[in-house]
């Protein structure tokens, strides 16, 4: 049975791009590869989502290769404060329709 | 006004005791779920409710009872814990389960702790 992985975790420091990528190599045909930011003591938030290709908003990026089996969230000079856990959620064809997060990633960022 | 929200946000019991966490979300989402998270951060899905009707029921011990009085709110019921039990619970919704781009807004967590 495929998984969603992720690396467990990330380092960097302040003003680097870091790239998280996340594979899902059994992802529905129609279905949407979303990231989540979770910060301790706090629920996941929801911060980019695509389908294919590259997608910018205001706090990252996405890019998606043509065979959609991998994502990778592209956060560009982080600061102390994007140091949380960042998940990867997408949609398998072979588990029932259900949702399933990666292992999440957690990012440390140091001055 | 908090979108989810879920409480308590930390319980510690003992073994054996049955304990409740209640989820409320004000979005006017169709779909709600739990999700427990482990120590290493993963989150696996346990339930989820479509319109107050179960629609994914994982492996979850028979201990773990949902109960969704309307769509607005998903409750979860733990009776007989036991210490795998612990762990950070999180409640979600979202607007039309099965959509291609469902986002998922999640509660700020129950930390549980069974002693």
């Known amino acids: 049975l495929a998984k969603t992985t992720q690396p467990i975790s990330m ?7 870091v790239n998280i990528t996340c594979s899902h190599n059994n992802i529905a045909t129609n279905d949407y590869i979303t990231w989540y930011q ?21 706090v990252a990026s996405l890019f998606i290769p043509a065979d959609r089996k991998s994502s990778t969230l592209s956060l560009p000079r982080v ?4 140091t949380a856990v960042y998940h990867c959620l997408s949609r398998p064809y072979n588990q029932g329709g259900k949702l399933i997060f990666g292992q999440g990633t957690e990012l440390s960022v140091k001055p | ?25 004000n979005l006017g989402h ?9 120590s290493k951060k993963f989150l696996k899905i346990m339930f989820s409710y479509n319109n107050k009707e179960l629609i994914i029921n994982e492996t979850v011990p028979n201990r773990f009872s949902p109960k ?8 979860l019921h733990i009776n007989s814990l036991e210490l795998g039990d612990s762990a950070v619970y999180f409640c979600a919704s979202s607007q039309g389960a099965s959509s291609a781009n ?12 069974v002693l």
Request: aromatic letters at 12%; charged letters at 25%.
């Open chain 1, 38 to 58: 979770q910060f301790p003591s706090q629920g996941p938030r929801f911060i980019i989502q695509g389908y294919k290709t590259k997608v910018t908003n205001e």
């Open chain 2, 30 to 38: 169709d779909t709600m779920y739990w999700y427990k998270q482990d």
């Open chain 2, 102 to 113: 469902e986002k998922l807004f999640f509660g700020s967590g129950t930390q549980l702790s």
């Open chain 1, 79 to 82: 600061s102390l404060s994007d």
């Open chain 2, 68 to 75: 969704s009085p309307d769509k607005a709110h998903l409750n």
């Open chain 2, 1 to 25: 006004d908090t979108a989810v929200s879920q409480t308590p946000k930390y319980l510690v019991t003992q073994m054996g005791n049955d304990k409740s966490i209640k989820c409320e979300q």
């Open chain 1, 11 to 17: 380092d960097s420091y302040e003003g680097q791009e």
